[in-house]
Structures are given as structure tokens and as C-alpha cells.
């Protein structure tokens, strides 16, 4: 059975557990990494990753984009959002349908 995991800090990462997520938390960009390519290789099929993490650690990102799995989802952290998140799925539904269909 595929995972999903959540990666970033402690506080943003910790009540993901709760819901049965696989929840790692690291302190630094090289960590992150590390972990990101360990869960890329085991049975995770979706990695969340917190904004401000996913900005330290773009080209390792980048190198799944094309990949079926694992999906890796941004999501806001602690602090809020950054909108990299939801650019990305406006980048992605334009690519998918020829048009950006979320724009207001």
C-alpha cells in the first residue's frame, strides 16, 4: 500500500500525523532532501511539501515533476501561504486543458 507523507517543519507537519500521514519534520534544506529522495523511493505516492521548504529544495523537487509518483503537492506552512502552491496548479490545469480555466 502507497504512503503519504508531509515534509517541513515541526509545527507545520505534526497534526498530519493525527490523520495518519506520514509526518517528517527537518530543520534544514539538506535534510529535506534527503528525506524527499528516501520517500521517492519507498511506496509514497504523494508527498506534501511546505512552501517555505519547497523553495530551498526546487531542483530536487523538480526532478519528480514528470514522474507519476510520487506527486509532490505544495502546500502553505506555519507562516501562510507563498502562492507557489496554487500557481503550480495553474500552471498544471493550463498544460492539461490549453487554458488557464482557475483564472479570475
Known amino acids: 500500500m502507497y504512503k503519504v507523507s508531509v515534509l517541513g517543519d515541526r509545527e507545520s ?4 500525523k493525527a490523520l ?9 534544506a539538506e ?12 511506496d509514497t505516492a504523494i508527498i506534501y511539501i511546505t512552501e517555505q521548504l519547497a523553495v530551498k529544495i526546487k531542483d530536487d523537487i523538480d ?9 509532490i503537492i505544495l502546500i502553505p506552512g506555519k507562516d501562510g501561504t507563498l502562492g507557489i502552491g496554487m500557481n503550480g496548479v495553474h500552471a ?3 498544460r492539461a486543458v490549453g487554458a488557464d480555466i482557475l483564472d479570475n
Request: glycine fraction near 6%.
Open 92 to 94: 498544471t490545469v493550463e
Open 13 to 16: 507537519v505534526l497534526g498530519f
Open 20 to 28: 495518519g500521514f506520514n509526518a517528517v519534520a527537518v530543520d534544514d
Open 31 to 42: 535534510t529535506a532532501r534527503e528525506k524527499l529522495h528516501e520517500l521517492a523511493e519507498e
Open 63 to 71: 526532478r519528480y515533476k514528470d514522474d507519476v509518483r510520487p506527486a
